[in-house]
C-alpha cells in the first residue's frame, strides 16, 4: 500500500509541477473551451489522457516501444499549441458542434506524446520492482486526480469571468489561447530538433 500512495504522490507531482509545467498548460488549453455545464465532456477528454498517458508508460516500462526522447521533448510544446488553436474552433462554432470523437482522438494521441516525455525517469524508477502494474495504477490515480484538480480551476476561473465579469466566451476562449500559445512558442524553440 505504501508504493501505491508512494507512486500516487508521485503522478500529482508529475502534473502539478510548476518547474515542468507543460502538464497544466496542456490541461488548460485542453479545459478552456468548457465550463461547468460542459465538465461531463472535459473529464472523457481528461481521463482519455490518463489512460493514454499510462499507456505509453506501460510500453516504456515492458520495453515495448522505445521513442527518441528529443523528439518527444518537442512534440510535448506541439502538443500543446495545436490543443490551444484548436480551441479556435471553438470560437467560431459552439461548444456541442465541435465532434468529441476528433477531440478524444487528438486527446489520445497526444497522451501518448506525453506519456514517453515521461517514460525514461519512470522506467528508472521501475527498474527495481517486480510487480509493475501497482506502480502504474498507483501513478494513474496521482495523475488523474491533479488533472481533476486543474480542471476545476481552470472551469473556475471560466466562471468568474464568463458569468460573473460576464466576457464574452469568444473572447475568453480567445485570450486565453493566445496566452497559452504565447507561453508554449518559448518551449518549441528551446526543444526544437537541431
Not at 502539478?16 to 465532456?41: C, E, M, N
Not at 473572447?171 to 508554449?184: D, G, R, Y
Request: proline share 3%; net charge negative; aromatic share 14%.
Amino acid at each position: 500500500m505504501q508504493d501505491f500512495i508512494f507512486y500516487i504522490q508521485l503522478g500529482l507531482n508529475h502534473v502539478l509541477d510548476f518547474g515542468a509545467y507543460d502538464h497544466i498548460l496542456f490541461l488548460s488549453a485542453l479545459a478552456v473551451p468548457f465550463t461547468f455545464k460542459q465538465w461531463k465532456r472535459v473529464l472523457i477528454l481528461a481521463t482519455v489522457f490518463t489512460i493514454t498517458h499510462c499507456i505509453s508508460l506501460a510500453f516504456s516500462v515492458y520495453e515495448v516501444v522505445t521513442v527518441d526522447v528529443g523528439l518527444i521533448e518537442f512534440l510535448i510544446p506541439v502538443t500543446i499549441l495545436l490543443t490551444a488553436l484548436f480551441n479556435f474552433t471553438y470560437v467560431f462554432k459552439e461548444a456541442m458542434d465541435v465532434g468529441l470523437f476528433l477531440h478524444i482522438l487528438a486527446t489520445s494521441f497526444f497522451g501518448l506524446v506525453h506519456g514517453f516525455g515521461f517514460s525514461n525517469y519512470f522506467k528508472m524508477l521501475m527498474a527495481e520492482e517486480e510487480d509493475k502494474i501497482t506502480p502504474l495504477l498507483g501513478f494513474a490515480t496521482g495523475i488523474e486526480l491533479s488533472q481533476v484538480t486543474i480542471i476545476l480551476v481552470v472551469l473556475t476561473i471560466a466562471y468568474v469571468v464568463l458569468d460573473l465579469l460576464k466576457v464574452k466566451r469568444r473572447i475568453f476562449i480567445t485570450v486565453a489561447s493566445i496566452l497559452i500559445i504565447a507561453i508554449t512558442i518559448p518551449l518549441l524553440i528551446a526543444t526544437f530538433p537541431m
